[in-house]
């Protein structure tokens, strides 16, 4: 893919998040950008939208306190993000679907 002239080795994820009563996080994904002024955009677009605006910030890289608002990431291409395994909990404990 390419950006302009040049050779585009990363892309933007936008994401926005808020947290539902009882701790449960919800996320969406908003979209896939070529560059950081056009993922700041979308979040712009939205901002005012109806649910969007009772967390319409942008949440700075970096920040981890869980905080409620859009996301925008920069992910390099061709490269996995996800190395480990997982488990999934039901409330403190390991669910395990076996």
């Known amino acids: 893919m390419q950006r302009g002239n040049?050779?585009?080795d990363s892309v933007f994820v936008v994401q926005h998040s808020h947290t539902l009563p009882g701790g449960v996080e919800d996320v969406k994904i908003i979209g896939v950008h070529r560059t950081a002024e056009a993922a700041h955009a979308?979040?712009?677009r939205?901002?005012?939208?109806?649910?969007?605006?009772?967390?319409?910030?942008?949440?700075?890289?970096?920040?981890?306190?869980?905080a409620d608002g859009f996301y925008i990431d920069e992910y390099q291409l061709d490269q996995d993000h996800w190395t480990?395994?997982?488990v999934t909990?039901?409330?403190?404990r390991e669910y395990d679907q076996s």
Do not use: C, W, Y
Not at 46 to 66: C, M, Y
């Open 42 to 44: 979308a979040a712009g």
């Open 84 to 86: 480990e395994g997982f």
């Open 46 to 66: 939205l901002r005012g939208q109806p649910g969007f605006s009772k967390h319409p910030n942008v949440i700075a890289p970096g920040v981890t306190d869980e």
């Open 6 to 8: 040049m050779q585009v």
């Open 89 to 92: 909990l039901a409330g403190d």
